[in-house]
Each structure stands twice: as C-alpha cells, then as structure tokens.
C-alpha cells in the first residue's frame, strides 16, 4: 500500500536559516505529491503540490521536487521566518485510491 | 460557501455519550473525507465519500463509528458510545475530484472525552 515517511522532529531554526524536511513514499501507482501546513490554531492547508516526476512546486518561499528515482519530496526554504513556525505534513495521493496518505507530521519553531 | 466548515469546533462530552459531528465541504465538491488527528498518532484515515455513497469505510475504528453524507453535501460522523480514546482531533476534507485534485480541510472539531 501507499505510504509516507517524514523526518522527525521537532526543529529548532533561527532566524534565516535554512529549511529542510525530508520526506520519502512509497506508492504502488504515480501519486501526486503535497505537503501540507497547519500553523498554530488553523486547520490543514495545502503549501504546494507536484503532479509528475521532476515537477517542482513552490509556495511563500519554500520547495519541493518529485524526485521519482529516489521516491523522495524533500521540502526546503532558503530563509525561514518566525512566522514558518507550523507543522509541515507530507502527503500522497495515488489516482487509483484516492486517499491521501499522510506522513506523521514535522514541527517546526523559528527563533527571532 | 467559501471553505469547509464544521461543527462544534470544540466538544467535551462524557463518556458512553453519543456525538455527532457536522461537516459542510464546499459546494461542487463530490468528494469528502474524515480524518483523525491524535497525538502521536498523526492524520489517520476514517471514511470516504462520493456523492452520497462511502466505497470506502475501512478507517473506521470500530462499530461505534458511523457517517453519512447527504444531497452530496452535509456529513455527519457519529459516535456512540464514546471513550476516552476517542478524544482527538476530527477533520473533513472535499475535493472537486480524486487522484490528483487538493483536498481543502475544515478547522476540525476537537473532541475531549472525560
């Protein structure tokens, strides 16, 4: 079946500093890619998605490319915020099923 | 309207009592999913809907578990029964489709069993 395996947490970054969450899937068809964010007291939001293989999505600074070869969907962002402060989730949707299928989740704190 | 919408978005309720929680996706959309979100457990897959049909029910729990859809829009999830680990996080979700579409979630309600 369809799975996702995120780094665990959580993170502590300054100001400025450079972001990455890896994430790794296993699908069983060609699955979209998301990740997923949810700041403090909001609910679940898409940050950015990638369809096919290569595709690179992008959203408020940060990014992530479908990398087929390695099953991976790394999240990076060259110069995090205090206001990044969230929990960055990892998700995959496989046409065939139709669930998503979520990674256990990464929290992530910014220091000013 | 403009989001999911669901309802209460806090409920404390004692244990062995019966919930109903409400979800209201967004117009158009025929997909419609619950979620969970325990702690440490992190987004678990209840229920799925097309329309007003589930093809797929096999995150529920347990038999306590129940949920329907109806006109293709409002969801209820029921459970009866409640225990104490029951207490989490429940989120809905609609899609305009499946496979590669987003998914926009509610605010979720949070449950607390005591």
């Known amino acids: 079946g369809n799975s996702v395996t995120q780094m665990e947490g959580p993170v502590t970054l300054s100001e400025e500093a450079f972001l990455t969450i890896n994430c790794t899937y296993t699908a069983t068809g060609y699955p979209s890619l998301f990740w997923y964010v949810q700041y403090p007291g909001e609910g679940l939001q898409l940050l950015l998605k990638?369809?096919?293989?290569?595709d690179k999505g992008s959203n408020k600074g940060f990014e992530a490319t479908y990398r087929k070869e390695t099953t991976s969907f790394h999240l990076e962002k060259g110069s995090v915020q205090v206001s990044d402060s969230a929990v960055y989730f990892c998700a995959l949707s496989d046409p065939r099923s139709y669930k998503l299928s979520f990674g256990a989740g990464t929290t992530v704190t910014v220091r000013a | 309207g403009a989001g999911v919408s669901q309802s209460p978005s806090n409920k404390v309720t004692e244990k062995g009592k019966d919930v109903e929680l409400r979800c209201d996706p967004i117009s158009g959309h025929t997909a419609l999913y619950w979620y969970r979100q325990s702690l440490g457990q992190g987004l678990e897959f209840l229920i799925y809907?097309?329309?007003?049909?589930?093809?797929?029910k096999s995150g529920l729990p347990s038999d306590r578990f129940s949920a329907e859809r109806t006109g293709g829009s409002v969801s209820t999830l029921t459970i009866q029964r409640t225990q104490q680990e029951d207490s989490a996080v429940y989120l809905c979700?609609?899609?305009?489709?499946?496979?590669?579409?987003?998914?926009?979630f509610g605010q979720g309600t949070r449950l607390t069993v005591v």
């Open positions: 990638a369809t096919k293989a290569d």
């Open positions: 809907f097309q329309g007003n049909s589930a093809p797929d």
């Open positions: 979700a609609s899609s305009v489709g499946t496979g590669h579409t987003e998914a926009f």
